[in-house]
């Protein structure tokens, strides 16, 4: 047994005072003191080298593991709902993440997290994920513990903030099949406060936007459901994005079943889409947003693994980018984004090539080099035309998607102060030439190829236009841009969506032009 270099020496308190006799006491005293507490520790270490005693593990307790705890008022609390979504009454391993807000947590200071169910601190596992904000914040931790989950199942808590003083449990290895159970943030208000999604706001706070509000949000809870019973998870409903769509319906009501639906379609997409073709996807059928968000809520590292690997396959296009001939907006769009998205699960992330070679991308690089060249791409009048498959004419739904990836860009990478400018002359220029005030809707191209109608109305493509308005209203202060949204969304009434295809188009991002303050 090691001995304890305390067990025969105490710290001696150090003595101050005034000058004079009292002084020179202490002074003395404290003096006698330290010499004993020397002659103690060096007679000590004598003792254990003359014994052969080269190494003492030392093994801390918890106590001396952690460090002290936190200021109450630098405590941070996320109210969590456990949620059971089969085999309910039985002790359950919850596994899944938990987004954080901008700001609220740092990689290093994960051991200053509790998990508290019922009221009562437990044996938790709390992993740092390998996404951030773009202050180097965490964007969302991994959190493990056991529970029984029944019909009226604890409260819970995350506490940040706070040392643990109940056992860490080893890492968990997350669950890539459909979860029997989950903890979930419990409010929504939380939940649209960590950005997940993009900005938004709760579907609370939009019925007070007015009748056109509720119906939009009222239209998309009848078409979801009636389209998940026809068509569930498959991967093939996931085109423009309907695991975002789902998850932002979490972000934007808390009802676990849109969590539920958004993690089973995110998975089918990424297993039976993305890997099937080892990554190469094109660039219209890349709905890599809701794989990025599959990572960060479930810790799933093949979905990161997809993210990354799909961005470098779409990198090929970027020597192309400013070539009118061979790319459109929505090309670069999705390049933008996949970049940006990669950059968020890892900075320098690592990939490996079709041909099995590894290698590590500098996403960051790459933003920088597309938008060096979206600045080019755009014309004075702020179009995109391109000579792919339109004859020199701009599609509006495409400088749309090209508009929300450079918002994202803003918002996940670097706020580069060319970016509302662009995005602002795009809008305009698409507002001037291409919106039908009588139908409500944008025109699906401002020219196009002979024999080809690209003047009819398009009112299924509007929430693909629509986002980057709430947005650009408040960068710029300009309430034109709120005003032009709400006729964006009264025109979307009209459209139609009992298509899986159209669905997605009006709601995948149409959420984020809610978010105006």
């Not at 939940?191 to 609370?204: M, Q, Y």
């Not at 093949?302 to 970027?318: D, E, H, K």
């Not at 970016?419 to 291409?434: A, H, M």
């Amino acid at each position: 047994m090691c001995p304890s270099l305390a067990s025969g020496a105490r710290r001696a308190p150090v003595a101050t005072g005034r000058a004079g006799a009292v002084g020179r006491a202490v002074t003395s005293w404290a003096a006698s003191v330290v010499a004993s507490v020397v002659a103690s520790v060096v007679a000590t270490l004598v003792a254990w080298l003359a014994a052969g005693v080269t190494a003492c593990a030392v093994t801390p307790t918890l106590a001396q593991a952690q460090p002290a705890d936190a200021d109450p008022a630098a405590v941070r609390t996320v109210a969590l709902r456990l949620v059971r979504f089969e085999g309910g009454g039985r002790s359950a391993r919850v596994v899944n993440g938990i987004p954080l807000p901008m700001g609220w947590l740092r990689a290093e200071q994960v051991g200053r997290v509790r998990v508290v169910v019922g009221g009562r601190e437990v044996p938790a596992a709390v992993v740092p994920l390998a996404s951030g904000h773009r202050d180097g914040s965490l964007r969302a931790v991994l959190i493990a513990f056991d529970a029984t989950i029944g019909l009226d199942p604890p409260e819970a808590e995350l506490q940040i903030g706070r040392a643990p003083t109940t056992p860490r449990l080893r890492p968990p290895a997350p669950t890539d099949g459909p979860p029997a159970a989950a903890v979930l943030p419990a409010r929504p208000e939380y939940l649209v406060s960590t950005g997940l999604v993009g900005a938004t706001r709760t579907a609370f706070r939009t019925e007070a936007m007015g009748s056109v509000y509720r119906a939009y949000d009222a239209r998309f809870a009848a078409a979801a459901d009636r389209l998940w019973g026809l068509e569930g998870e498959r991967w093939e409903g996931n085109y423009y994005d309907r695991a975002l769509l789902y998850y932002a319906a979490w972000v934007r009501t808390g009802r676990p079943e849109y969590w539920r639906r958004a993690t089973a379609v995110a998975r089918a997409y990424r297993r039976d889409y993305l890997e099937k073709n080892d990554y190469g996807t094109s660039p219209h059928w890349a709905q890599l947003e809701g794989v990025a968000l599959h990572y960060e809520l479930t810790g799933v590292e093949a979905s990161r693994t997809a993210v990354a690997r799909s961005a470098w396959t779409l990198g090929a296009y970027m020597p192309r980018l400013e070539n009118r001939e061979l790319v459109d907006a929505r090309i670069f769009g999705r390049v933008l984004q996949s970049a940006a998205l990669a950059w968020r699960l890892g900075r320098a992330a690592p990939y490996t090539s079709a041909a099995g070679e590894a290698g590590t991308a500098d996403w960051g690089a790459r933003l920088d080099e597309a938008l060096d060249k979206v600045t080019r791409f755009q014309t004075r009048e702020g179009r995109y035309p391109t000579k792919l498959g339109t004859c020199g004419a701009q599609q509006a739904f495409m400088a749309g998607i090209l508009n929300e990836a450079l918002v994202g860009v803003y918002r996940t990478y670097r706020p580069d102060p060319r970016i509302p400018g662009l995005v602002r002359r795009s809008v305009e220029s698409l507002w001037r030439t291409e919106w039908l005030p009588a139908e409500g809707a944008f025109r699906m191209a401002d020219g196009g190829c002979p024999g080809v109608n690209w003047q009819q109305a398009a009112p299924d493509l509007n929430g693909l236009i629509v986002a980057p308005l709430g947005w650009l209203a408040r960068v710029t202060g300009d309430e034109r841009y709120l005003r032009q949204r709400d006729a964006i969304f009264a025109g979307m009434a009209r459209a139609w969506i009992a298509g899986g295809k159209q669905f997605n188009q009006s709601y995948a991002t149409s959420y984020r032009a809610l978010a105006d303050e």
